[in-house]
């Protein structure tokens, strides 16, 4: 695995309608992921100060989980 940037995955164009509504409205105030108010800087960093996960999890395993579930 190289160390470089992933490939951004496509939005879905109803998902981004939303998010763009969201926006005009007011009702997204700085970004659309956040946490007590502030947004979210790494979401890798987040994930690792996660407290009470079992094992070596990571997001994408949690990914698979979702799709599968």
């Not at 496509?10 to 997204?28: E, Q, T």
């Not at 890798?44 to 989980?65: I, N, Q």
Request: hydrophobic content about 35%; glycine content about 10%; some cysteine.
């Amino acid at each position: 695995m190289s160390g470089g940037r992933q490939t951004p995955a496509p939005m879905p164009p109803r998902l981004l309608a939303h998010l763009r509504r969201w926006r005009d409205r007011k009702l997204i105030p700085t970004c659309f992921v956040e946490f007590n108010g502030k947004p979210v800087a790494s979401v890798k960093k987040g994930f690792k100060t996660a407290v009470g996960l079992p094992g070596k999890l990571t997001p994408h395993v949690l990914r698979h989980t979702a799709a599968t579930g």
